[in-house]
């Protein structure tokens, strides 16, 4: 979830295992969403995004789900591997014509061999 | 690799020292953006260039100086930085600003001051 101190939360996973990292985003009138990985040494890679008008949404190994009610967003990952060991970040957006990105602090999942 | 470049990958400068870093997309988008990403914080949006103008600078200091001269390429230009300007600095592009076109970013220039 949303880093609430000097550190970055953590997520140990054992590989293969499925992951949850959450979100708690702060604009109730954002209206897309977006996940990023960010790998050591390496910039935010896009890996889902959600509209408002969704509560789910698949890719790939990843769900996302939104929940508008408590403003709270959540990656899933399915079966762990140890390339998915990273810091992933929600961004949240509103504006209609004029979209901005406004991103969370991450969470570091880490996946253990 | 995104189609995003960042040059230099490290820096280290003094407080006096003018420095640039570059970024370069091969993605053919007309928006590009520099973003800061320090330890303790969220990445924030410093500046935004759509087709080549100027469109956000969210409060930054003068000490960052942007320089768009062309959709592929953007510059930031550093001058007399405090210790505390220490850190990760991203590029993206997008297709076009103010739209969900998925931003795709470079690897970052790790700067520290000293």
């Known amino acids: 979830g949303e880093s609430v101190g000097l550190h970055l939360p953590t997520l140990s996973v054992q590989e293969g295992d499925n992951s949850i990292i959450n979100c708690a985003y702060s604009n109730s009138a954002s209206d897309y969403f977006i996940w990023y990985k960010q790998e050591s040494g390496k910039g935010p890679q896009f890996i889902i995004d959600i509209r408002s008008n969704m509560d789910k949404r698949q890719g790939q190994r990843v769900t996302v789900l939104l929940n508008k009610t408590v403003k709270h967003l959540s990656l899933q990952i399915a079966a762990t591997q140890p390339g998915d060991s990273a810091v992933y970040f929600c961004?949240?957006?509103?504006?209609?014509?004029?979209?901005?990105?406004?991103f969370g602090k991450g969470t570091l999942l880490t996946v253990n061999p | 690799e995104t189609g995003v470049t960042q040059t230099p990958r490290h820096l280290v400068m003094g407080m006096t020292n003018k420095k640039s870093l570059k970024c370069e997309q091969h993605?053919?988008?007309?928006?590009m953006y520099w973003y800061k990403q320090s330890a303790k914080k969220p990445l924030e949006l410093m500046f935004v260039y759509n087709f080549k103008e100027q469109t956000e600078n969210n409060s930054v200091p003068s000490r960052f100086s942007p320089e768009c001269p062309n959709s592929s390429h953007l510059f930031l230009h550093l001058h007399t930085l405090q210790p505390e300007d220490s850190a990760l600095y991203l590029c993206?592009?997008?297709?076009?600003?103010?739209?969900?076109?998925?931003?795709?970013f470079g690897p970052g220039t790790r700067l520290t001051v000293l």
């Open positions: 993605l053919g988008h007309n928006a």
């Open positions: 993206a592009s997008s297709q076009v600003f103010g739209t969900t076109d998925t931003q795709y």
């Open positions: 961004a949240e957006a509103s504006g209609g014509s004029n979209y901005k990105l406004t």
